[in-house]
DNA sequence: AACGTTGGATACAACGTTGTAAAGAGCCGG
DNA sequence: CCGGCTCTTTACAACGTTGTATCCAACGTT
C-alpha cells in the first residue's frame, strides 16, 4: 500500500500539514521536529502523490515537445537536448509524435492533453498561422523552425535563407555550376523549403548563375528514400548536376546512396550537401557537408522561454530569436 | 479563464455530475439533456483537468518509457512504436533519457516520477538483478531486451543467442572463416553482448572453426565512433578479418566507415553485419545484412503486458516472451 | 391501486495535497 | 507582568473530478 501526508503525519506526532512543510523545505521548521519528519518519511518510503500536488499547485511540471518524428535524428538529438534544457527547470518532458499529420498537429495547437501539460514546445510542419490563431486558451507554445507569420506564439530558429544561401555559395565556390536541389515543395505548409530554396536562388542570382527548373527536386516528406529517389530522377533525366544541395541531411544520404548506385562519385562527379547536422552525417560515406544549427542552444532558448512565459505577465508580445548555425563540411562537399 | 464542470453545469442548467456523466460517456442520459450539455461544453470549450482526474481515479494515463539514448536509431525507432501501441490503450507515452547511467537507471526502476506515471517500460543497459528487487511498490514494469536473471518484472526479448548463431552462421555460409566480433563486453553489466557473444562463439564451434581471441574487439557503448575505432584498431594490429560481426548496427556504420578509410571494399575484402534492423541500415553504403527484430510486435506485447498488469490482480508471476527476427540480408554480407 | 423496477438526475464525500489564517509558545522591552 | 513581537505548528478549506448513495418520475406488473 502506498503511504499519503497523513501515515507520515501520524507516525511522526505532528500535522499533516507540517510534514507537507518539511517535504517542501519551508524553513521554520523546529529542528527536532523535522528529524522526526523526515525519519517518519523515510521509515514508510514516502514519496508525494504528484496528482494531487498538480491539482492543487495548478501546474504539472510536465511540458510537451511535439515533434514530426522521433525516427529522424534530427528530431531525437533535438529531443535529448530539450530534455535536457527542461531538467534544468526541474521539468518533465513529454514527447509527442504528430507525424507531421496536419490534423495532428492541430490537436497539438488546440491543447491536446491539456491541463496535463504547463507548456508546448513545438515544432510543426505543416500548421499554418490560422490553426494557430484558434487556440486561445491553450498553455504557453514555443515554435521551433520557421516563423509561422504572425502566429501569436514565441518562435526559435535559425536563419534558414542566410543558411541556404551559404551552403550554396560554399558549392559555387568550389566551381559547381549546375547545383540542384533536392526537397522543394510548393505547398502552402512547405514554409522551411521555401526559405531554403530562397537562400538558394538567391546564391545562384548572386553569382550570376541562372536558376534551371530541371535541376529543382519536390520531396514531401523529406525521408532518404525520397533522397534516393529524387537523385535518381535528377540521373535519369539527364539534368547531369555536378552538385546537390539537399534540404536535409536525410534526403542527402538518400543522395548518396543513389550517387553510389549509379557509380558517380562524391564530391569528384557530384558533390552534395545536406542540412541539420546530424550525427550519422558524420559517419556516412563519404561524410556530409551540412548545416549545423547548434540545437543545444536551441533547445536551451525554446525551454527558457517557456519558462519566462509560465512566470512572466500573461499578454507580454510574442519573441523571436536566432540561433547560430555553423557549415560543418564533410568529404561531400 | 479556464472552465469547470461546475461552469458548464451552471449554463446548461443541470448538476455538476450529469455534465461529468456525459463526458465520461455514461448511458443513461437523456437525449435533449447530453445536447444542452454538449452544447455548454463546446461554447465554453470545457477540456476536463486531467490532474483532478486523475487524483480521483487514482490513475494518470501515463506510461513511461526509459531507454539509454534517444539519439540511438534503435532506440527512436523503438519509442515510435511503443507510442503507437499505447494510444490504442488511450494511454500517453513519457519518455525518459538514462543515458546508460547506473545512477539514473537505477532511479527509474524505483520508481521516480512515482504517482504520476502508471507503468514503465524499462530497456536497461546496467541494471542488475539486485537493483530491481529493492524497488518493493514501485508501479508494474515490463523489460525490454536482456533477461535479468530472477528479475520480478515481465520481460519481453528476442532470443540473442540464436539470433547471433544465425548471423554467424550466414557468415560462415559465405565462404568466411576470420570473423571479428565488434562489440564485446566483459562487465558484468554487458548481458547483451555476452549473449550475443555466445551465439557468435557457438556458431563458430559448431563450424569447427576455433574462436581467435584476437578478433574479438571490446567496446562499452556502442556508438559509431567505436566501431570504427574497433575496425581501426583491427586492421592496425594486423588481425586481417575476412569479415566482420558487429552487435548492433551503429557499430556496423562505423565500421563500415573504417573499412572505406583504410580503401577495403565490402563485401569483397570484409562482410560486415550488424545488429537491430535499423533504417540507416537500408540506406547506407553499402546497405547492412543485419538481424531485425520485429519492433513493433515487441513494443506492442511490452504494453499488453503493461495493460495485463495494471488491471489485473497484483500477484502474478513474471511473464517472459520472446519476439520474432529476422536475417534481413543487405550488400555488407 | 399498490407494487417493484428502471431510467435519469442529483447531493455529497472523497482522492492527497498545499495556501491561508490563526492559534499557541516563547521571548523581549517597557 | 503585560503587550507585542517572532517562531512553530495547526485546522480548515480549497483544487476539479468521479463513485456512492439517494431520490424522483415514469413504467409495467400483479
Chains 1, 2 share one sequence.
Not at 512543510?21 to 504528484?50: C, F, M, Q, S
Not at 525520397?226 to 547531369?240: D, K
Not at 552534395?272 to 544549427?293: H, N, Q, Y
Request: glycine letters at 8%; one cysteine or more.
Amino acid at each position: 500500500m502506498r503511504h499519503r501526508l497523513k501515515d507520515v503525519a501520524e507516525r511522526a506526532g505532528v500535522s499533516v500539514k507540517t510534514v507537507s512543510n518539511v517535504v517542501n523545505g519551508y524553513p521554520h521548521v523546529r529542528p527536532d521536529t523535522r528529524a522526526k519528519v523526515e525519519e517518519a518519511i523515510a521509515a514508510l518510503k514516502y514519496r508525494p502523490n504528484l496528482s494531487a500536488r498538480n491539482l492543487r499547485r495548478g501546474r504539472t511540471g510536465i511540458i510537451a515537445l511535439a515533434v514530426p518524428k522521433l525516427g529522424l535524428p534530427y528530431f531525437a538529438e533535438l529531443a535529448r537536448h530539450v530534455v535536457d534544457a527542461a531538467a534544468k527547470h526541474e521539468w518533465t518532458v513529454l514527447i509527442d509524435q504528430t507525424n507531421g499529420s496536419p490534423e495532428q498537429e492541430r490537436m497539438v495547437a488546440l491543447g491536446i492533453r491539456d491541463h496535463l501539460i504547463d507548456g508546448v514546445i513545438f515544432s510543426p510542419l505543416a500548421l499554418t498561422a490560422a490553426d494557430l490563431a484558434t487556440g486561445s486558451q491553450r498553455a504557453p507554445m514555443v515554435l521551433l523552425g520557421e516563423r509561422v507569420h504572425h502566429g501569436p506564439a514565441d518562435h526559435v530558429a535559425i536563419d534558414n535563407v542566410a543558411a541556404a544561401r551559404d551552403m550554396t555559395a560554399h558549392l559555387i565556390a568550389l566551381g559547381r555550376r549546375r547545383i540542384a536541389a533536392i526537397g522543394v515543395q510548393h505547398t502552402e505548409e512547405g514554409v522551411t523549403a521555401r526559405l531554403r530554396l530562397a537562400g538558394y536562388t538567391a546564391a545562384l542570382t548572386a553569382a550570376g548563375i541562372p536558376v534551371d527548373e530541371r535541376l529543382l527536386v519536390p520531396a514531401s516528406a523529406w525521408h532518404r528514400t525520397e533522397g534516393a529517389a529524387g537523385m535518381r530522377a535528377l540521373l535519369a533525366a539527364g539534368a547531369r548536376p555536378d552538385a546537390v544541395f539537399c534540404f536535409n541531411d536525410t534526403l542527402a544520404l538518400g543522395a548518396l546512396r543513389a550517387l553510389h548506385e549509379a557509380g558517380l562519385r562524391v564530391p569528384d562527379d557530384v558533390a552534395v550537401a545536406g542540412f541539420d547536422g546530424i550525427e550519422d552525417g558524420r559517419f556516412s560515406v563519404p561524410t556530409l557537408t551540412t548545416i549545423a544549427p547548434d540545437k543545444e542552444r536551441l533547445a536551451q532558448i525554446a525551454v527558457d522561454l517557456l519558462a519566462a512565459r509560465l512566470s512572466g505577465p500573461d499578454g507580454a508580445p510574442p519573441q523571436e530569436r536566432l540561433v547560430d548555425y555553423q557549415l560543418r563540411r564533410g568529404e561531400s562537399a
